[in-house]
């Protein structure tokens, strides 16, 4: 039986990533978290996730918003652990408390 990496499963065809693109240029929040997901995920690259994980997130998805923030904090550097402070704010403003807890954003 063939194995299947985290990156194979996250991975999108040219033509499936073009799509999910322009869904997610037009305000489609799930689209920009695959478009995410494929760049974090499926090709191992932070930096290109940032901005459709930040489409999503200005749409309120709270797992973008924690995600944008973990990838900001990852990269490093004072602006972008400045950045992270507020998008881990932002996620814990958006969920119960149960679910800050759980997501690691409570106090």
């Known amino acids: ?3 299947t990496s985290t990156g194979d ?3 999108l065809s ?3 990533l073009e799509k999910q693109a322009a ?3 037009n305000g489609d ?3 920009a978290m695959r478009v995410a997901q494929h760049y974090s995920l499926g090709e191992n690259d932070t930096r290109k996730s940032i901005p459709w994980l ?3 997130a200005e749409k309120g998805d709270v797992i973008a918003m924690q995600n944008i923030a973990s990838s900001m904090v990852a990269i490093g550097g ?3 652990c400045q950045a992270a402070l507020e998008w881990f704010e932002r996620a814990k403003r958006g969920m119960t408390a ?3 807890t759980s997501y690691g954003v409570d106090e």
């Open 1 to 3: 039986m063939a194995t």
């Open 98 to 100: 149960g679910e800050a």
């Open 54 to 56: 930040a489409i999503a």
């Open 14 to 16: 040219a033509e499936v």
């Open 78 to 80: 004072k602006k972008n």
């Open 23 to 25: 869904l997610a240029k």
């Open 29 to 31: 929040a799930e689209a």
């Open 9 to 11: 499963i996250f991975h």
